[in-house]
């Protein structure tokens, strides 16, 4: 029980200002809710493998497929997925379709979220 109470104010108090000026810097409703998302779309196993292979070079579906040994249908209906996030993007080569991240924003996303969970 005394756990339970460690991350609660003993006694209720509030600090006007504080909730004044917390108050003015929450984010607006739809970036929440794009957060929100994003975070949703990033908590899948299988598109943080993707990405993590697109880190490092653009590939193309069939390689992507290969690496992770999965099919390739599996692969296309999570790149949609991922580039409806706007996370990858891709281009088209003949009959191919190469993938990448979208752009810098993605990278340093990844790269943040590795380095955070090698500090825990």
């Known amino acids: 029980m005394k756990n339970l109470l460690c ?3 003993e006694e209720r ?3 006007p200002e504080t909730i004044c000026l917390a108050k003015s810097e929450m984010l607006p409703e739809n970036t ?3 957060l929100a998302e994003t975070f949703k779309i990033l908590g899948d196993g299988t598109r ?3 990405l993590q292979l697109l880190i490092k070079r653009e590939m193309c579906v069939c390689d992507i497929a ?3 040994s999965m099919g390739q249908s599996a ?3 999570q790149l949609r997925v991922l580039r409806a996030a706007k996370l990858v993007k891709f281009r088209k080569d003949g009959k191919e379709a190469w993938y990448s991240l979208d752009d810098e924003h ?3 996303l990844m790269c943040q979220a590795m380095e955070h ?3 825990t």
């Open 75 to 77: 692969i296309s209906h």
């Open 13 to 15: 108090c509030e600090h």
């Open 106 to 108: 993605v990278v340093g």
């Open 117 to 119: 969970i090698s500090h």
């Open 66 to 68: 290969d690496t992770l």
């Open 48 to 50: 943080i493998k993707i």
């Open 7 to 9: 991350d609660m104010c």
């Open 32 to 34: 929440v809710q794009q």
